[in-house]
């Protein structure tokens, strides 16, 4: 005999597993093991489910029973008195569950196992893959299981595979007004004081910083769906995580519901032996009291819960300190230097007292600059050590209104500190991991509130980077560093953009992390001290940065950064925008942990170019031209903030301050954009092209001719010539066009432009303007003509002309010159002239420029029609020819003598 059964207190779930399992195995008998849910005995009396022919188990004879189907269920203390007949032999098991695996769980020669929301969706995409139709009311019983064990889609557990089943039941007819009556039903009066005997019994414990709440209740009668009303709990007051303890007649049922990772209440039912999700869980204990089981619970989530955040997680290092000798004007010029607002104060490396900003101004204020720090520091403060708690910590800060809480080792010397930012930040990072958990968003999430962007690496990076990242990782690990990949790579990632430029940033030292690594996969390291940088270049040829985490501070506005040790904050923190500071952990444990300190993911989303702080631009104005060129390239907007900080910038005439090859840098790299037109009318809207030049605006004669060159270059790369150009340069000469001839000298030192690029910008501007006169005052040149006027040229200058010409015969002549006339050449050669009896000399050259003038001219086809073109160019020049110096073949039949070089 074949037995469907699942497990006692049977919900929509399982029963709709079991009518689904039926239609699979048709001979099969279906059995509950003991009792259902109250809504799914109405809902036996109400509707047609009766139909189906359910056996009682006291009906039922055990020994009969060959082969036994258990579905959303597989543990044996689950499925009431049939655990008697597992593993008796010849018991065939076949199993279908959705739930986690666990130890003790009973094992089958058939099972079916997935991880989804649902028992039923298993049973639902089987049935469609069988192709076995199901009617209207069977529809509505498989919609129930779904829309129950779901939370009707929303918990966390649902996967887009139990929303694609549900969708398909809906086309089969499932009626989702009964759906929505046994699902959303009013509590009895039994259930409302039951609700409130635990509403008023709920207590809050903690656990490694995180609070869980227990709620305690007995009952004389047994009271139907508990589990309903601990998630009526659990929302009325946004918990993280619930344990519900009810003594009912003689049992005590346990249920509970999680929001958070931290706390799997699947793991801590099985430890009652029972089971569930991570998310929703139950158990139910004979033989015991509430007091008991609450006692074990608290000690099995002493054990079982893992840590939120300790202090070391949230704290920022390293930490700018001040020696006990110090006066209290160099503290406040440090505070000013490095941006923070409290310095650690110490004597022989420990620390002794903190120093506030407020307290160092008023001290100057009162003619106190040269006085010792320790005249006026703190001395009345808290500290924690690295493996605080969360919670320790946001009590200290919050009790003794501490801004900032200094992390130390045994021997009090400082290794972070945490301020009211960081705990914020943690706490916005816990309140967005929940809301991603309550929307059910995946690790292939990309939204603003995704914390760990694993997936996302996984999903659109090659697989070559991807070992890399692991690789660093690993090694970071390894040696004790934290890693981190940084930039731009990271913007482009979350934007779905291909950037295979990988920046790596180390909370250590970086330069000696990358000499390691490159040693390891028998690469090499070109390092730069000055800066804590290195490249690394593998075998395979990929190279990447690696960086040591620092800070930056300017000496003066516009001046180029010092650079010092600092953190990953403190790194982020000196980038231009928003977009750009946000950084991916990719330590093992942590990988893929997005770091954002500074709404970078808001900016992203909202598409906005933001710098960090107030004095962004007047410490490095040239970020005015990457705001400029970050907006034209991804299609952002300026925020209304920094567009006023730029102008402000252009006010206090900073630009004027920057070097020349800091703003030929930005131009070029404003050319290199697909759109500098564009960039070009900012920067004229900002007021910055007087800056690089005083006699530039963007006039529509210059946007005209920056149309021309982008049409010229989309034309010559459809051409795929094997001669290469670089296009910038040829918007670089669009922009020298616009100065005047006198000051182009002037302008390209100015810039400081490098000798190759001002060579070829000399050409254009010279060579190229008298060829294109040349061109408009003899619309009819030979194709000879053109070439030795053109040939001088380099390639961009070409492109250049034909963008500015003003007439179609000039922009043919240099199409002509690049596809047809440049590669042109005589078939003869040196040698073929020495076989024809003239000796190698100036005559070589004078012969092959003919030969070339009369092939580009059409005057010659074959190398029969060369040979007699040279024959009769040397007969009718004879005299010509005397004067280089040679001896003609004339000569010789003569007996002439000629002088040969």
């Known amino acids: 005999m074949d037995v469907i059964t699942s497990h006692i207190n049977a919900d929509f779930d399982a029963l709709a597993s079991m009518m689904a399992a039926k239609k699979l195995y048709p001979d099969a008998h279906l059995v509950f093991p003991g009792a259902q849910e109250r809504s799914m005995r109405e809902f036996f009396m109400q509707s047609t489910i009766y139909a189906m022919k359910f ?30 007949i597992i593993g008796r032999p010849g018991l065939k098991i076949h199993i279908y569950d959705h739930h986690p695996p666990g130890e003790g769980d009973i094992r089958g020669e058939f099972e079916h196992l997935e991880p989804l929301g649902a028992c039923t969706t298993i049973f639902v995409e089987l049935l469609q893959k069988k192709k076995i139709p199901v009617n209207p009311v069977e529809a509505t019983v498989l919609a129930l299981g779904i829309y129950e064990e779901t939370g009707s889609l929303v918990f ?6 139990d929303v694609t089943a549900a969708a398909w039941l809906l086309s089969q007819g499932a009626n989702l007004n009964i759906v929505s009556d046994f699902i959303t039903r009013e509590l009895d009066a039994e259930q409302v004081s039951l609700l409130n005997d635990l509403l008023k019994s709920m207590g809050m414990y903690y656990f490694n910083g995180l609070k869980v709440a227990v709620a305690t209740a007995s009952t004389a009668r047994y009271v139907q769906d508990l589990a309903i009303l601990s998630h009526k709990i659990r929302d009325m007051e946004n918990l993280d995580a619930l344990f519900c303890v009810v003594r009912m007649e003689e049992r005590v049922f346990v249920v509970a519901r999680s929001r958070v990772d931290e706390v799997d209440v699947g793991e801590v039912a099985r430890e009652f032996g029972g089971g569930g999700h991570p998310t929703a869980a139950s158990a139910t204990l004979q033989d015991t009291n509430v007091a008991k089981v609450v006692e074990r619970l608290l000690d099995i989530l002493k054990k079982t819960v893992h840590p939120i955040k300790l202090a070391r997680d949230i704290m920022t290092k390293p930490v700018i300190t001040i020696k006990d000798t110090a006066d209290i004007s160099e503290a406040n010029e440090q505070m000013t230097r490095y941006s923070v607002n409290v310095l650690p104060v110490l004597h022989a490396g420990r620390l002794v007292g903190l120093l506030t900003r407020e307290v160092a101004q008023r ?7 040269e006085r010792n720090v320790r005249e006026v520091m703190t001395t009345d403060f808290q500290t924690v050590p690295q493996d605080a708690g969360f919670r320790t910590v946001e009590e200290i800060m919050i009790r003794h209104a501490q801004r900032f809480l200094p992390v130390i080792e045994d021997d009090d010397r400082v290794v972070g500190a945490i301020t009211r930012t960081d705990l914020l930040r943690a706490l916005h990072e816990s309140i967005d991991a929940r809301r991603v958990s309550e929307a059910g968003v995946g690790r292939k999430g990309d939204e603003v509130y995704t914390r760990n962007v694993a997936g996302l690496i996984d999903d659109r990076l090659p697989p070559e980077v991807l070992r890399l990242l692991h690789d660093v990782g690993r090694m970071a690990d390894e040696i004790g560093v934290t890693a981190y990949v940084v930039g731009g790579f990271v913007r482009d990632l979350l934007m779905g953009v291909r950037n295979l430029d990988v920046d790596i940033v180390v909370e250590g030292g970086g330069i000696a992390f990358a000499q390691a690594f490159a040693k390891r996969h028998n690469g090499r390291a070109r390092v730069h001290q000055k800066f804590g940088t290195a490249v690394v270049v593998l075998p395979s040829g990929m190279k990447f940065d690696i960086a040591t985490a620092r800070t930056e501070y300017y000496e003066y506005p516009a001046a180029l950064p010092t650079v010092e040790l600092g953190s990953i904050k403190k790194d982020l923190y000196r980038r231009d925008f928003t977009v750009n500071a946000l950084a991916i952990r990719i330590n093992a444990e942590e990988f893929g942990e997005l770091i954002d300190f500074f709404g970078g993911q808001r900016d992203l989303k909202e598409k906005t170019i933001r710098v960090l702080h107030n004095l962004s631009l007047i410490e490095d104005p040239t970020r005015a031209f990457r705001a400029i060129r970050f907006e034209n390239r991804m299609g952002f907007t300026i925020s209304r903030h920094t567009q006023n900080l730029i102008r402000n910038a252009v006010k206090m005439d900073l630009f004027h301050k920057l070097s020349g090859t800091r703003v030929y840098t930005e131009l070029v790299l404003i050319f290199k954009e697909t759109k500098p037109a564009r960039a070009l009318q900012r920067l004229e809207a900002f007021g910055l092209l007087k800056f690089i030049h005083p006699k530039l605006r963007f006039t529509r004669e210059l946007e005209s001719l920056f149309s021309n060159i982008s049409e010229t ?23 020298f066009d616009q100065v005047p001839d006198k000051e182009k000298g002037e302008f390209a030192d100015r810039l400081v432009m490098p000798e190759r690029y001002r060579i070829k910008i000399d050409a254009a501007m010279r060579d190229g303007a008298k060829a294109l006169n040349e061109f408009y005052r003899y619309p009819v040149l030979a194709p000879y003509q053109v070439y030795m006027l053109l040939k001088p040229l380099p390639v961009e200058a070409l492109l250049f002309m034909m963008a500015k010409a003003r007439v179609e015969n000039a922009k043919k002549n240099v199409s002509l010159y690049l596809t047809q006339y440049r ?21 070589f050259k004078r012969l092959l420029e003919r030969l070339l003038e009369a092939r580009l001219n059409g005057h010659v086809e074959t190398r029969d029609d060369e040979a007699a073109f040279v024959r009769e160019y040397a007969r009718v020049h004879d005299k010509e020819l005397k004067s280089l110096e040679f001896q003609t073949p004339f000569q010789k039949a003569n007996g002439q003598k000629g002088k040969n070089p």
């Open 363 to 369: 001290s100057l204020h009162h003619g106190l600059g």
């Open 823 to 843: 590669e042109a050449a005589p078939m003869l050669t040196g040698a073929d002239l020495k076989r024809m009896g003239f000796a190698p000399g100036p005559v």
């Open 156 to 161: 966390a557990s649902t996967t887009p595979r």
């Open 55 to 84: 056996d009682k188990f006291k009906n039922l004879n055990l020994d009969d029973v060959t082969r036994l189907i258990i579905v959303d269920a597989k543990t044996p203390d689950r499925i009431g008195r049939f655990t008697e």
């Open 713 to 735: 270059l989309s034309w010559f790369r459809l051409l795929f010539l094997d001669v290469e150009a670089e296009p910038w340069v040829v918007y670089f000469m669009g922009l």
